[in-house]
């Protein structure tokens, strides 16, 4: 009996340790891509404004936007007309590191004061071109480019970010007693390269 349990043992630590490295073995490779990339994406822009929106209507029940998206090159790919219960908008972001002081953002979520973060509404579908995100999208791409694009998209959407170095997120915000997005007025979510997020408005 007891030689039955230390075999079970011995498999099921074998099984882990497999499950271990095949994890490891995993993120290294994926490390490599991201190395070779480096040089690869210095076309990228400093700056980018994967999205834009505006406010139509806004009342203390719920509010009504038009929110659109944009590749690398600003160019329009997708708009849609949303409403929301709540009166204040959250916009999340999920943020990879490339190399020092270059990182890249992808779209998550909206959510607002009246909806939690965990029920918001998911933003992948808006910008998903067959599994590549359509808001990396560029005339510099290469083959290495898309691919790597579309397999860290692709973990992001299956919430398999554990599998992803250095990833992290961040949110900006409308806080209505600070300074509220305005009925009419268009606003623009700025990338930095750097990793910060703002929302500004579009003059």
Known sequence: MKGKILIIILIIGAIAAAAYYGFDYLTKQQEKKIVKLEDKVEFLKRETVP???????????????????????????????????????????????????LKIAFPTKIFTNKIPAKNGIVLFKYY?????????STNGADEEYINLMTELFGKIKNGRTEDIKGIYGSMVQDIAKLNEFQVNHIYKIVIHTKGGIEVTEDI
């Open 51 to 101: 999205m834009r929106f505006k406010i139509l209507e806004k009342d203390t029940d719920q509010i009504t936007f038009v929110i659109k998206f944009y590749d690398q090159d600003t160019v329009e790919f997708y708009a849609d007309t949303l409403t929301l219960p709540g009166q204040e908008l959250s916009f999340d972001f999920n943020i990879v590191p490339i190399k020092k002081d």
């Open 128 to 136: 998903d071109d067959h599994g590549f995100p359509q808001t990396m």
